[in-house]
């Protein structure tokens, strides 16, 4: 099935033919659903903190960031904007010329609102020889679009989100970027500095590099901190094979393999090689202005110091454990701590000797941790936040998207959609073990968590193949803890008329 060419293509991209094989195996068989328990909720699964523990948790990473530990903020930037234009992208092949859909007009309604008007205004003068006043004043919507979304104006529909103009303030406009730079300084810095890292598709690399150079003096200034910012790719050896509805692998029109980005997944391994004590995870997307930042930064700190606090006790039970010299009291102690905080469970522990005990305690508590704020669920597209069995037999907690239930299982849909919060990528994570050792993430991956999609390429239609997602079985083998934080910290823009919404303007 493979050729000698087809084997010479996936050793360029550093994958084994045995990962392939694997890959195509998987295309034929498809990945099991997961099995659940119950969807977690407020005291089953989900702590909801009192404005006394806020306060306390607030203090504990204070206290944290003192001791000079490695803290890096860590921003998935690579996705490209097209999505949010998709609709103005419809406007432009249409075939009326005034906006017409509720879409259409409200953009226009709103246009002079959005950040990035001036930069559009200018971009019609130097095109089109008009302002966009004077291109709606002749009914020329689509010449405004086409300034918004092509090269030869702001380009927005090729460009990122981390690079749009999103928010606008008395001294300018800022990027998503800059709001990271600024929610850095202040949530995730240490001793003065602040390191964040932005994973980018290589052809925005240069891009972001210029727009980070031209801003961090100002923002460094403003806030009085140093910035260590550093970029990733995706690597190549994460992409996975493309498949025909046949399931055998799918060819472009020169006769080679179509490879295609494993998804989101893909980033552990980037995410494996960050020098760091404490990983703050948050999309690029989710930002708002300084004058909304106070709940952000709050919970934000809430999160870590329940991160920091747990991992302190998870640090002196294994010390403990690794000394031999425990009570049988004491062993009780760490059960219910594992099961109640860390709401792990085995059904059969109370069979084990106390040997086999101890093992087990050892190797639930010597993982890596990660603490999600978790919101009230109002109908946005996001993973839930479940009690799920692993394959070990042991229940914890896990984030699932909708493609990991098994549709035909009305118990489980009705877990699904009557869920009380969802995760907005939301994460503090703790990557080292109690010896200061980092973990090696990749081991924590549950790889039978994957999802194949449909897509198409060239009108032909192909299978597409995902790797286990970031926060979804990319950290399956995690110590996971959910934390209902208030639903102003969330604020994502999946349309560009979303800029148009209370809380970005």
Excluded at 48 to 57: G, V
Excluded at 102 to 108: G, S
Excluded at 185 to 207: D, M, N, P
Excluded at 235 to 245: C, E, F, G, H, R
Aim: hydrophobic share 35%; aromatic share 10%.
């Amino acid at each position: 099935m493979l050729s000698q060419d087809d084997l010479k293509q996936i050793a360029s991209k550093g994958i084994s033919e045995e990962q392939i094989k694997n890959q195509l195996d998987e295309f034929k068989t498809g990945f099991p659903f997961l099995r659940l328990e119950a969807a977690a909720g407020i005291g089953h699964g989900i702590m909801a903190l009192t404005d006394d523990e806020c306060k306390q948790y607030e203090a504990a990473w204070e206290n944290y960031k003192e001791q000079g530990k490695q803290i890096v903020k860590f921003v998935p930037a690579s996705g490209a904007a097209s999505r949010m234009f998709k609709d103005l992208f419809a406007f432009l092949d249409a075939d009326y010329d005034v906006p017409t859909t509720d879409f259409e007009k409200h953009f226009f309604d709103g246009l002079k609102r959005f950040a990035f008007y001036d930069a559009l205004d200018k971009a019609c003068l130097n095109n089109e020889g008009k302002s966009v006043c004077d291109l709606i004043a002749d009914g020329n919507y689509k010449a405004i679009v086409a300034n918004l979304l092509e090269s030869k104006g702001l380009n927005y529909g090729q460009l990122p989100k981390g690079l749009l103009l999103f928010h606008k303030y008395d001294d300018g406009v800022r990027t998503p970027v800059e709001e990271h730079l600024v929610e850095g300084a202040l949530y995730a810095s240490s001793k003065g500095k602040s390191r964040i890292h932005f994973t980018v598709s290589h052809e925005h690399l240069h891009l972001f590099k210029s727009m980070v150079e031209a801003k961090l003096g100002y923002y460094s200034e403003k806030f009085n901190v140093d910035y260590d910012i550093s970029f990733s790719e995706q690597k190549p050896s994460t992409d996975t094979i493309a498949a025909n509805p046949d399931n055998t692998p799918f060819r472009t029109e020169d006769g080679k393999l179509l490879f295609r980005p494993g998804g989101h997944g893909a980033l552990i391994e980037n995410l494996n090689e960050i020098e760091a004590d404490i990983v703050f995870i948050k999309n690029i997307d989710n930002v708002v202005p300084d004058r909304l930042k106070g709940d952000t930064v709050l919970y934000k700190q809430v999160i870590a110091g329940v991160l920091v606090t747990i991992q302190e006790k998870v640090f002196e039970y294994l010390n403990l454990l690794e000394t031999g010299n425990y009570s049988h009291e004491q062993l009780e102690s760490i059960i219910r701590f594992v099961q109640n905080d860390l709401c792990c469970r085995k059904q059969d522990i109370k069979h084990l000797e106390d040997a086999e005990l101890v093992i087990y305690l050892k190797n639930k508590l010597n993982r890596p941790i990660r603490v999600c704020g978790v919101v009230k669920n109002v109908g946005e597209p996001g993973g839930g936040p479940f009690l799920t069995y692993n394959h070990d037999g042991t229940v914890s907690l896990q984030i699932l998207e909708s493609s990991q239930i098994d549709k035909s299982n009305k118990e489980y849909v009705e877990m699904f959609t009557k869920g009380t919060h969802f995760n907005p990528v939301d994460l503090v994570c703790a990557v080292k073990d109690y010896k200061g050792n980092a973990f090696d993430l990749p081991k924590y991956v549950d790889k039978t968590t994957g999802f194949i999609s449909s897509k198409s390429k060239n009108g032909k239609e192909l299978k597409a193949l995902e790797l286990p997602g970031l926060w979804n079985g990319a950290m399956s083998d995690w110590n996971t803890v959910f934390v209902e934080v208030p639903l102003t910290t969330f604020n994502p823009v999946k349309t560009v008329n979303d800029l148009l919404r209370e809380q970005h303007q």
